[in-house]
C-alpha cells in the first residue's frame, strides 16, 4: 500500500501542465506578480471580513499577510532592477536581488522584534 502510494504521488509530482499554464521563458516577474495578486486579494478578503465579524484573529492574519505582500513587492522591484547578464565585476544593480533579500530580512526583523514587544507588555 505505502509502495503504491509512493508511485501515485510520483505520478501527480511528475504531470506536465497544459501548454496554456506553463512558461519557461518567461521568467519569475509573472509568477511573481500573480503570486502578489492572489496574497493581496487574500489579505483584502480577511480585513474585510475580519473588521465585519470584530475577528482579531483574522485582522491579524490579515496583517500578516500584508507583510508578505511587501515582501513580494520588494522581491519583484529587485528583480525588475537587476540586469539580465552580468558582466565580469557584479557591483551596481546587479546586487539589487540581494540588497532586496537584506530588505526582506530587516522588514522581518522589525516585525519580529514588535511582536515580542507586544507579547511582553501583556505579560507585564
Same mark, same amino acid.
Given at each position: 500500500?505505502?509502495? /503504491?502510494?509512493?508511485?501515485? +504521488?510520483?505520478?501527480?509530482?511528475?504531470?506536465? /501542465?497544459?501548454? #496554456?499554464?506553463?512558461? &519557461?521563458?518567461?521568467?519569475?516577474?509573472?509568477?511573481?506578480?500573480?503570486?502578489?495578486?492572489?496574497?493581496?486579494?487574500?489579505?483584502?478578503?480577511? %480585513?474585510? +471580513?475580519? *473588521?465585519?465579524?470584530?475577528?482579531m484573529a483574522l485582522v491579524a492574519d490579515s496583517?500578516?499577510? %500584508? =507583510?508578505? #505582500?511587501?515582501? /513580494?513587492?520588494?522581491?519583484? #522591484?529587485?528583480?525588475?532592477? =537587476?540586469?539580465? $547578464?552580468?558582466?565580469?565585476?557584479?557591483?551596481?544593480?546587479?546586487?539589487?536581488? #540581494? +540588497? &532586496?533579500?537584506?530588505? *526582506?530580512?530587516?522588514?522581518?526583523?522589525?516585525?519580529?522584534?514588535?511582536?515580542?514587544?507586544?507579547?511582553? $507588555?501583556?505579560? /507585564?
Amino acid at each position: 500500500l505505502d509502495s /503504491l502510494l509512493q508511485e501515485r +504521488v510520483k505520478t501527480i509530482l511528475m504531470m506536465k /501542465l497544459p501548454k #496554456v499554464l506553463r512558461c &519557461g521563458s518567461c521568467g519569475s516577474g509573472p509568477k511573481l506578480l500573480s503570486m502578489l495578486a492572489m496574497t493581496g486579494s487574500f489579505m483584502l478578503v480577511e %480585513l474585510i +471580513v475580519g *473588521n465585519m465579524t470584530n475577528s482579531m484573529a483574522l485582522v491579524a492574519d490579515s496583517f500578516h499577510m %500584508l =507583510s508578505d #505582500v511587501i515582501a /513580494l513587492i520588494i522581491a519583484y #522591484v529587485s528583480i525588475r532592477m =537587476s540586469p539580465k $547578464k552580468w558582466r565580469k565585476n557584479t557591483y551596481g544593480w546587479a546586487r539589487a536581488e #540581494v +540588497v &532586496g533579500a537584506l530588505v *526582506n530580512a530587516v522588514f522581518l526583523f522589525a516585525l519580529c522584534f514588535s511582536i515580542s514587544v507586544e507579547a511582553i $507588555k501583556r505579560f /507585564l
